[in-house]
């Protein structure tokens, strides 16, 4: 067998969602991918059908949310609430709140539901426009990573096996990602343990994927129902499927079938009418919230991601979007590293971020869970608002939405208040003044495209490329000509020795790279909005050629609508017209920095400094040679 | 060959926009198509290629928006006016202005760009996945209609002649239509006059679709430009390819090349840079406004629509989209006939409401042109707003948007200033307090679905399925019970002889209808609006069963956001809470009589007057024993 067709940059295990989003982002960069699934075929039904609003935005900035709306999804954009009626008889709504309301201010306010098995067909067939086609059913037989050389090209070796064949491939890879599920067999041959939560709660749950003929009045709505007969939650889906999770008697154990789970559901529902018009698919499971204690090997080559990595129960709807999250975060930071523009090191910031994450899931997970599968009392008349079931719902809304997972300051999150800032804190452009904070989502805010006087979102003008995107907030300006600050953030970061001018565009990116069929992508993307308004931006006289050279990416914040004034974006960022700043924004949307801009060199020395804890060149920054060599990197810590 | 080979439905002469439109229209509905077109294949390059605003709600309407937006077509929402610069030397940008500007109210207020081929790759791919196949090449040789026997099921016969193999084959048809475009056939056969205005004017224009590396900064823009080496038009297109429309010297006649053309491009473009990286498509024209004497048979059987009717330049981009809206109109009439619904009077209506426009149109174009061929002088400081041409420009918008397409008073448009409304005015329910018009688009307006909490198109509620909507504006009602005016509205419209009950849905529409093959679809569709929050609606207990029975059509009037009272939509109609209204929209989207909603009959009375006089089964309206049978209907004259 020749080296050729031995050698990929990446083995990618298990084809459910969080594997193949995995692989969907590094195969837009041209990488070279061994996709395998063990199953023969993708999911036919059942299983996670519940996209949230961030992950629709994650979606997008790939381009695949037009794939998805053309399976014609299901969507809600309400939480109903019934209760046992205060007579004793049935069940009435005791309210109905949105299910990510404004404050959350997503771009998508709804969560949009489609079978697995449509979802994985999306990525599917992105991946196979792009040459990569997912292999089954195989599975892993054993792998080893080369610790000795560390440095070698391709440290992982990988055996694989056909299942219906038997044969068996060596394959030398970079490195080796596990989206096995819960199962993960590379977790346990990595000798890494699952830590559970006390034991696994009595209560079972059943779950069925069916179209009913029901007088039901809320099925457009998800419904939390807790009734004299058990709790259920009805999720409206796709082709007017809805998905039943059916609490199940404690002593119903693994012999429940299906027409006690109907019967449960019928029971809950009374006095309105169900009958089963057909069945899709049902299961039932116990609730365990587990986590693995390492998300990869110490050698920064195999890593795990999803299922592989947390459990919990399904009905907050965050099993897959927690891992479009993981592997969206681990492919941009393999890239990052594999094109040579970041150290090594930040491939540790995977397991400091999405751990946390999966964390704050865990302890949502577990009491969302024991609000829902108590037994609620009659409403006498008492304010829904008061009762802890539904204030848990509402307080949960930002982190279920994806819009309130955040992490914490590390090398890549830069915080003032986190030791790592204490080299901006030198510059006199940090800390900015503004309401952003490192390690959130950039927010999504429409601002007018000057050259054709588009609306776009901001947070979608640069797409998933692996670019980290510099947003300028150039404020006002009164003059016709570029304005001192903008003028002097041009000229530093043209200087030798910048985070720009040491990263250049379209070069020959040397051996970190993958190799000649990996096109040359942006390291940075410039997005530049005036708080003016668009007929009083002139791109050729007014912004620098750095900035100005792709004239789409120039802006006016004059998008709000008639009543406002030319800088609500600006306002939004905490800024405004006179104090106005740059947001560097990581290649996942979430914030890394926040800087003000100003006259002179220091907006760019923050960059400088931000960028040259991470980077494999050094920085000639000002605020580098002045050196503080001496400051613990927690978060870094192999 | 046997009978069913040879009849159908319709025959449909011409696969451009136009006639495509038309067969799509009927292929919705299950009609048996033939069509026909003499072109080897569909249009490679050139020809049409702007969608305006209104026929981008139209391809909504009907499913194919996002199909077209699948191309990814070039948009534009500005047009800039350049002028001789002051100086005398080259051009100066002297104002840009939206295309589509607030004030229309459009849903989309920019023009879509997008090559002819692929705008009929999207209509020819629907046909195909509604069974039906455009036959190439394939030309008309003759047809004839039985004008003795006028009740005959299939009248029209058709000869037509495959051009490869010089196969004749004879059809047996209910309709003809011709989509051929300005050189019909069938127009000629049937002996219809084209009339011009005046003679064609002098000015010779060239096309070329290219793509250029300029330094010219507004590519983004439609561009209106005046030099002094002549005037110039730009639109931005898919690709980065532009279309210019070049005015040639008086002198050039039909041995202009391309390289004349491109000469005086660059000339135009003085001092900016043009180079040609590449040409698609070139072509001159000279400009005529002509327009034919009839718009069908005096038989109503044989129908001309698109250039095969009217004929006028292309720069104000209104060819295609005049054929659109031909072709819809005319689709919905043949099939409110078809199924037993309509009168066949009411095809007379295609002529009178199409022409009227068509005659707009060349008014446009002719004063349009004249201002555009003309060579402007320079703008020393005057105020380009003060300019003929930017002042005719900003006039048009309305027209040239779509949106200010309006039909006359006739049997479809009941007007209270028209004879024909005078039955309608024997009712206290008419004429409503509002400012909506019949004949005027539905206007684009945001509502709340109750149902899913959901932000909807009101005018796109209804899909374009040849329904009657009937939208009742409720207005606010303090009980939690059925408001009286409404309760009334179901129970008159319930009653016997009632336009409603008269055409009951999901019945066997009869002899009327074109067969089994078509599935029964809704005659009426009504949307129900309440000026309230959407939390204060309990359809149960709120909305009749006539109009709440279809649950996912009531509305919240709630949608126009933060700080704004739950009646904008209401007011919008020009009535509000107090005074609330029931409006009729054709299945083409426009008005066709607005009622106020009333206790008692008088509501429903109006809707028995009106539809009482273009269906085909008489009406038990207390307005009708009332008789007004001597008035005049002056647009019904075959």
Same mark, same amino acid.
């Given at each position: 067998?020749?080296?050729?067709?031995?050698?990929?940059?990446?083995? /990618?295990?298990?084809?459910?969602?969080?594997?193949?989003?995995?692989?969907?982002?590094?195969?837009?960069?041209?990488?070279?991918?061994?996709?395998?699934?063990?199953?023969?075929?993708?999911?036919?039904?059942?299983?996670?059908?519940?996209?949230?609003?961030?992950?629709?935005?994650?979606?997008?900035?790939?381009?695949?949310?037009?794939?998805?709306?053309?399976?014609?999804?299901?969507?809600?954009?309400?939480?109903?609430?019934?209760?046992?009626?205060?007579?004793?008889?049935?069940?009435?709504?005791?309210?109905?709140?949105?299910?990510?309301?404004?404050?959350?201010?997503?771009?998508?306010?709804?969560?949009?539901?489609?079978?697995?098995?449509?979802?994985?067909?999306?990525?599917?067939?992105? *991946?196979?426009?792009?040459?990569?086609?997912?292999?089954?059913?195989?599975?892993?037989?054993?792998?080893?990573?080369?610790?000795?050389?560390?440095?070698?090209?391709?440290?992982?070796?990988?055996?694989?096996?056909?299942?219906?064949?038997?044969?068996?491939?060596?394959?030398?890879?970079?490195?080796?990602?596990?989206?096995?599920?819960?199962?993960?067999?590379?977790?346990?041959?990595?000798?890494?343990?699952?830590?559970?939560?006390?034991?696994?709660?009595?209560?079972?749950?059943?779950?069925?994927?069916?179209?009913?003929?029901?007088?039901?009045?809320?099925?457009?709505?998800?419904?939390?129902?807790?009734?004299?007969?058990?709790?259920?939650?009805?999720?409206?889906?796709?082709?007017?499927?809805?998905?039943?999770?059916?609490?199940?008697?404690?002593?119903?154990?693994?012999?429940?079938? *299906?027409?006690?789970?109907?019967?449960?559901?019928?029971?809950?529902?009374?006095?309105?009418?169900?009958?089963?018009?057909?069945?899709?698919?049902?299961?039932?499971?116990?609730?365990?919230?587990?986590?693995?204690?390492?998300?990869?090997?110490?050698?920064?080559?195999?890593?795990?991601?999803?299922?592989?990595?947390?459990?919990?129960?399904?009905?907050?709807?965050?099993?897959?979007?927690?891992?479009?999250?993981?592997?969206?975060?681990?492919?941009?930071?393999?890239?990052?590293?594999?094109?040579?523009?970041?150290?090594?090191?930040?491939?540790?910031?995977?397991?400091?971020?999405?751990?946390?994450?999966?964390?704050?899931?865990?302890?949502?997970?577990?009491?969302?869970?024991?609000?829902?599968?108590?037994?609620?009392?009659?409403?006498?008349?008492?304010?829904?608002?008061?009762?802890?079931?539904?204030?848990?719902?509402?307080?949960?809304?930002?982190?279920?939405?994806?819009?309130?997972?955040?992490?914490?300051?590390?090398? *890549?999150?830069?915080?003032?208040?986190?030791?790592?800032?204490?080299?901006?804190?030198?510059?006199?452009?940090?800390?900015?003044?503004?309401?952003?904070?490192?390690?959130?989502?950039?927010?999504?805010?429409?601002?007018?495209?000057?050259?054709?006087?588009?609306?776009?979102?901001?947070?979608?003008?640069?797409?998933?490329?692996?670019?980290?995107?510099?947003?300028?907030?150039?404020?006002?300006?009164?003059?016709?000509?570029?304005?001192?600050?903008?003028?002097?953030?041009?000229?530093?970061?043209?200087?030798?020795?910048?985070?720009?001018?040491?990263?250049?565009?379209?070069?020959?990116?040397?051996?970190?790279?993958?190799?000649?069929?990996?096109?040359?992508?942006?390291?940075?993307?410039?997005?530049?909005?005036?708080?003016?308004?668009?007929?009083?931006?002139?791109?050729?006289?007014?912004?620098?050629?750095? *900035?100005?050279?792709?004239?789409?990416?120039?802006?006016?914040?004059?998008?709000?609508?008639?009543?406002?004034?030319?800088?609500?974006?600006?306002?939004?960022?905490?800024?405004?017209?006179?104090?106005?700043?740059?947001? /560097?924004?990581?290649?996942?949307?979430?914030?890394?920095?926040?800087?003000?801009?100003?006259?002179?060199?220091?907006?760019?020395?923050?960059?400088?400094?931000?960028?040259?804890?991470?980077?494999?060149?050094?920085?000639?920054?000002?605020?580098?040679?002045?050196?503080?060599?001496?400051?613990?990197?927690?978060?870094?810590?192999?």
């Amino acid at each position: 067998m020749s080296d050729s067709v031995r050698k990929y940059d990446v083995v /990618v295990v298990g084809a459910g969602p969080t594997g193949l989003l995995f692989s969907a982002c590094l195969a837009r960069w041209g990488y070279k991918i061994k996709h395998i699934d063990i199953r023969s075929e993708a999911t036919v039904a059942g299983r996670a059908d519940g996209i949230q609003p961030r992950s629709l935005d994650l979606l997008c900035n790939m381009g695949l949310k037009d794939d998805i709306m053309a399976h014609k999804p299901g969507t809600f954009r309400d939480v109903a609430f019934w209760d046992p009626d205060p007579s004793g008889l049935g069940i009435s709504r005791t309210g109905s709140w949105p299910s990510c309301p404004a404050s959350v201010s997503a771009r998508y306010p709804f969560t949009t539901t489609l079978h697995q098995g449509l979802i994985e067909d999306v990525l599917i067939r992105d *991946l196979e426009r792009r040459g990569v086609h997912i292999l089954r059913p195989w599975s892993i037989l054993a792998f080893s990573v080369d610790t000795q050389c560390p440095d070698v090209e391709y440290p992982v070796q990988v055996k694989i096996q056909n299942m219906n064949t038997g044969d068996v491939e060596g394959i030398q890879s970079k490195y080796l990602f596990s989206g096995e599920g819960v199962k993960s067999s590379i977790r346990k041959k990595l000798g890494i343990q699952m830590s559970y939560r006390g034991s696994p709660l009595v209560n079972q749950w059943g779950v069925i994927d069916a179209r009913i003929s029901t007088d039901f009045p809320d099925i457009k709505s998800k419904c939390n129902i807790h009734s004299e007969a058990g709790s259920m939650m009805i999720i409206p889906r796709e082709r007017d499927i809805l998905r039943f999770y059916v609490q199940l008697p404690a002593e119903s154990g693994k012999t429940c079938t *299906l027409d006690d789970m109907q019967e449960v559901a019928r029971k809950v529902l009374h006095p309105f009418r169900v009958e089963w018009e057909y069945v899709e698919w049902f299961s039932s499971y116990k609730v365990a919230q587990g986590i693995a204690a390492k998300y990869s090997s110490d050698s920064q080559r195999v890593f795990l991601g999803g299922d592989a990595c947390h459990t919990h129960s399904p009905k907050a709807g965050q099993g897959m979007n927690t891992g479009f999250l993981d592997a969206q975060n681990l492919a941009w930071k393999i890239h990052a590293v594999q094109r040579g523009f970041a150290s090594r090191s930040i491939l540790a910031t995977y397991e400091h971020e999405r751990m946390h994450v999966a964390k704050r899931l865990l302890d949502f997970d577990a009491s969302y869970n024991k609000l829902f599968s108590e037994r609620r009392q009659n409403h006498n008349g008492g304010q829904p608002e008061d009762d802890d079931f539904v204030q848990a719902f509402r307080e949960a809304c930002d982190f279920t939405s994806g819009y309130g997972v955040t992490y914490p300051p590390n090398v *890549l999150n830069l915080d003032h208040t986190h030791p790592l800032s204490a080299i901006a804190l030198l510059s006199s452009a940090y800390p900015a003044k503004t309401t952003l904070r490192a390690g959130t989502l950039f927010p999504a805010v429409d601002v007018t495209r000057v050259i054709d006087n588009s609306t776009v979102h901001l947070e979608q003008a640069v797409p998933f490329n692996g670019a980290f995107r510099i947003y300028i907030f150039a404020g006002q300006t009164t003059t016709a000509g570029i304005p001192a600050a903008l003028a002097d953030f041009a000229r530093y970061s043209l200087q030798k020795g910048s985070y720009y001018s040491s990263f250049p565009p379209v070069q020959n990116e040397g051996t970190g790279n993958f190799g000649s069929h990996c096109p040359p992508l942006p390291i940075y993307a410039f997005c530049t909005i005036f708080a003016l308004h668009r007929s009083d931006i002139d791109i050729d006289k007014m912004v620098p050629r750095l *900035l100005g050279s792709d004239r789409s990416q120039v802006y006016a914040d004059d998008a709000a609508g008639e009543g406002t004034t030319n800088d609500t974006t600006h306002r939004r960022m905490g800024t405004d017209g006179n104090a106005s700043a740059v947001v /560097v924004v990581r290649p996942d949307g979430y914030i890394g920095c926040i800087v003000r801009l100003v006259e002179g060199s220091a907006t760019v020395d923050v960059l400088n400094a931000y960028f040259g804890r991470f980077v494999t060149r050094s920085m000639g920054s000002r605020l580098k040679e002045e050196g503080l060599a001496g400051i613990d990197v927690p978060v870094l810590r192999r």
